[in-house]
C-alpha cells in the first residue's frame, strides 16, 4: 500500500499541491514555518479526518477561503482507490471511489499512517491522558473495530455521567452502569491484549535502538487478569466510589481513567528517564508500531517522520535510519537541515523543498 497521487487545495498556507508520489523516502526540507508539518497533515487528514494538531476545520482552511480539499489514489496491488475529503468550517464531506462515505467503518484503516512529531513527546514526558492516547491509537491502527467499541464505551459513559449530574440513581442509572461495565471491560481487554503481543518487541527495538541493555516495559493495570477478574474489579471500583460519583456527577473508575504505566529499568519513564531515554522509546513505540500493523492487516502504513533528526543523537539517528532504509514502505520526512540527513546516509527518492506554501523538486546530493 502506498499513496501514489495527492492533491489538496487552500490547505493551511499551500493554495495548491497536485503530485505524483513514489515508493521510498520523500524528503521536505526548508527553513521553519514554511508548510512542511503542513504538508505531512495534510497526508495525515487524508488517512484519519482529523489533525494530528487538534485543529478546528476553519483553522485548516487556507486564509481568507471558505474550504480546502484533499484527494489521494491509494495503491492496493493491483488496485487503486481514490479518497476524497472536503472541509468547510461547519463540517466534512468524504467520498471513496466518487461515492459518499456514510460509515467510518467504511473508511478508516483504509490507508493508514503513524506519525512521529517532537511534541508526541509531551505525550511520554505527560500524565496518564497522553500515554492512554498513544496507546489507544496504536490498537487502533492495528485494529480499525477498535475505534467503534471506544465510542460504545463513551456512549455509555456520557449517559452514566449525565444521570449522575441529574441526582437520578435509580433503575435508569443501572442500566448505563451496566452497559459501561461490560464495554469497560472489553476495552481494557483490547489494551491489554495489544500490549502482551507488543511489549517484547518494543523491548527489543529499544535495546538496538539505545544501544544499550537498558529494560524498558509498559505496565497496564490488571494485565495479568482474566476477563471475569476484570469485570469484578470495575464492579467492586463503582461499589468503593458510589457515594461520592453522587456527590460529584461523574464516574471516577473506568478505562478513562487507567495509567499504562512507561518503564525504563522498572522506574516511571517520565520521572527517571533521560531526554535521550525518552525519544529512544518513543522511536522504539513507532517502529514496534508499524511491524503491529503490518503482522495484522498486512499492510504497511506509511511513515510521517516531522523534524525527527533533530530530536536524536548521531547514534540513535543511525540506528533509526538503518531500519528504515531496511523496510520498503513509504515515508515523508521533514528537515531544515538536509546536510544531517546526508550524513547520516539518508538516500530519498524525491526532495522537495519548501518556502512560503510551495514546493520545488530539487537534486538531492548525498554527502
Known amino acids: 500500500m502506498h499513496l501514489q497521487k495527492l492533491f489538496f487545495r487552500n490547505f493551511r498556507n499551500f493554495e495548491k499541491v497536485d503530485l505524483q508520489m513514489e515508493k521510498g523516502l520523500t524528503l521536505l526540507w526548508g527553513d521553519n514555518a514554511q508548510g512542511k508539518t503542513n504538508f505531512l497533515e495534510a497526508v495525515f487528514f487524508l488517512a484519519n479526518l482529523k489533525s494530528f494538531r487538534n485543529s478546528k476545520n476553519r483553522d485548516i482552511i487556507r486564509w481568507g477561503e471558505s474550504c480546502c480539499h484533499i484527494s489521494g489514489d491509494i495503491m492496493f496491488q493491483p488496485c487503486c482507490k481514490k479518497v476524497e475529503v472536503g472541509v468547510e468550517k461547519t463540517g466534512k464531506s468524504v467520498r471513496l471511489n466518487g ?3 456514510k460509515s467510518g467503518r467504511d473508511y478508516f484503516g483504509l490507508f493508514k499512517t503513524v506519525l512521529f512529531s517532537p511534541e508526541e513527546l509531551n505525550l511520554v514526558k505527560g500524565g496518564p491522558a497522553g500515554r492512554r ?30 444521570l449522575l449530574k441529574e441526582k437520578r440513581f435509580r433503575d435508569e442509572l443501572e442500566v448505563w452502569t451496566e452497559g459501561f461495565l461490560e464495554n469497560g471491560v472489553r476495552l481494557r481487554k483490547d489494551r491489554i491484549t495489544y500490549l502482551r503481543e507488543f511489549t517484547p518487541e518494543l523491548k527489543k527495538n529499544y535495546r538496538e535502538i539505545a544501544g544499550t541493555a537498558e529494560n524498558v516495559d509498559i505496565l497496564y493495570p490488571g494485565s495479568e487478569k482474566g476477563d471475569e477478574e476484570l469485570g469484578k474489579d470495575l464492579r467492586e471500583d463503582l461499589k468503593k466510589t458510589r457515594e461520592k460519583e453522587r456527590d460529584l456527577g461523574y464516574t471516577l473508575v473506568g478505562p478513562h481513567w487507567d495509567d499504562p504505566l512507561f518503564l525504563v ?8 528517564g533521560s531526554q535521550g531515554q525518552k525519544r529512544s522509546f518513543l522511536m522504539a513505540f513507532k517502529i514496534t508500531q508499524i511491524q503491529a500493523i503490518e503482522a495484522k492487516t498486512g499492510k504497511t502504513p506509511v511513515l510521517l517522520l516531522d523534524d525527527m533528526a533533530s530530536e536524536l543523537d548521531s547514534f540513535r539517528q543511525l540506528n533509526f535510519f538503518r531500519f528504515l532504509s531496511s523496510r520498503e514502505g513509504q515515508v515523508f520526512m521533514t ?33
Do not use: W
Not at 136 to 151: G, I, M, N, Q, T
Not at 265 to 272: A, E, K, T, V
Open 265 to 272: 529499568d522498572g522506574r516511571p519513564l517520565r520521572i527517571f
Open 335 to 367: 528537515t531544515t537541515d538536509k546536510q544531517q540527513l546526508a550524513r547520516c546516509g539518508v538516500s530519498p527518492s524525491r526532495s522537495f523543498q519548501v518556502c512560503a506554501g510551495t514546493l520545488e523538486e530539487v537534486k538531492y546530493e548525498r554527502l
Open 133 to 162: 492516547s498513544l496507546l489507544d491509537r496504536a490498537v487502533f491502527l492495528a485494529d480499525p473495530d477498535f475505534l467503534e467499541r471506544v465510542k460504545k464505551y463513551d456512549n455509555y459513559l456520557k449517559n452514566r455521567n449525565r
Open 99 to 101: 461515492k459518499p462515505v
